[in-house]
């Protein structure tokens, strides 16, 4: 039996509270169904859901347009089922991420993958590297081929950012690498180190954090009182 974590304090969320009996069985039949798996984004007709929750196939629709506000989406056109905060509920192990990688492979749909990528972008999804030796991808360590000892040297640096981020922060997806890589063109990688260090000791793991305390140590200078300051979390409003 697959375990899965929901807020406790649904019941009384604004968006939750005023929803009608049959859509917040619904909603709670949207977490919990044996076809939601890592991912909370699955295929499923209407006849099914009518099927197992016992409600009418002529409401559903209502009822899961009823829905939205509580971030479930479904995509009629492609039978598709998309629990948007389902991932950031659960315990996020890379052997998690390595599940929801592979659920997102198995749906056949680049352009809600993509869609799902940007949602959850602050996490380290593995996709398309579905495997349990995820590592830092070749492309992104410069100065491992031929060139000058100083292109090599600067190369082993950066290379060093690239592990210290999946050695503290979580699995490098080519995403995030490439994000890390546009830093590097911006920032020193002595800065990116402390702000790694910084993600850690906040427990807030991240790329999104790091990023930010660069852009204010950018805009406010490194060392003045402001930057110092040690930032909020960055959590999107409204995660239910």
């Not at 019941?11 to 909603?27: D, Q």
């Not at 659920?103 to 990528?117: H, P, Y």
């Amino acid at each position: 039996m697959t375990e899965r974590m929901i807020d406790s304090e649904i019941w009384g969320h604004p968006k939750f509270e005023p929803l009608s009996p049959n859509a917040k069985l619904l909603y709670l039949y949207s977490w919990t169904n044996e076809r939601c798996k890592a991912a909370g984004i699955y295929h499923i007709t209407y006849r099914k859901i009518a099927n197992e929750t016992k409600l009418r196939a002529d409401r559903i629709p209502a009822l899961l347009h009823s829905l939205v506000g509580m971030k479930v989406v479904y995509f009629e056109d492609r039978q598709i089922l998309w629990v948007k905060n389902f991932v950031k509920r659960q315990t996020k192990s890379p052997k998690f991420l390595i599940a929801v990688a592979k659920n997102l492979q198995e749906l056949g749909d680049e352009g809600l993958v993509k869609e799902f990528l940007e949602y959850n972008d602050t996490l380290s999804i593995p996709y398309p590297y579905t495997t349990n030796n995820v590592s830092i991808p070749y492309r992104y360590i410069s100065g491992s081929g031929s060139g000058t000892d100083t292109d090599k040297e600067e190369g082993v640096v950066k290379g060093e950012i690239f592990k210290a981020y999946e050695q503290n922060i979580g699995i490098l997806t080519p995403m995030i690498g490439e994000k890390i890589k546009d830093a590097l063109t911006i920032y020193p990688e002595q800065w990116i180190e402390e702000a790694i260090g910084i993600a850690v000791k906040q427990n807030a793991r991240r790329w999104s954090y790091i990023e930010g305390i660069l852009k204010r140590w950018e805009q406010d200078g490194k060392g003045s009182s402001k930057s110092a300051r040690v930032p909020d979390k960055y959590e999107r409003p409204d995660d239910l």
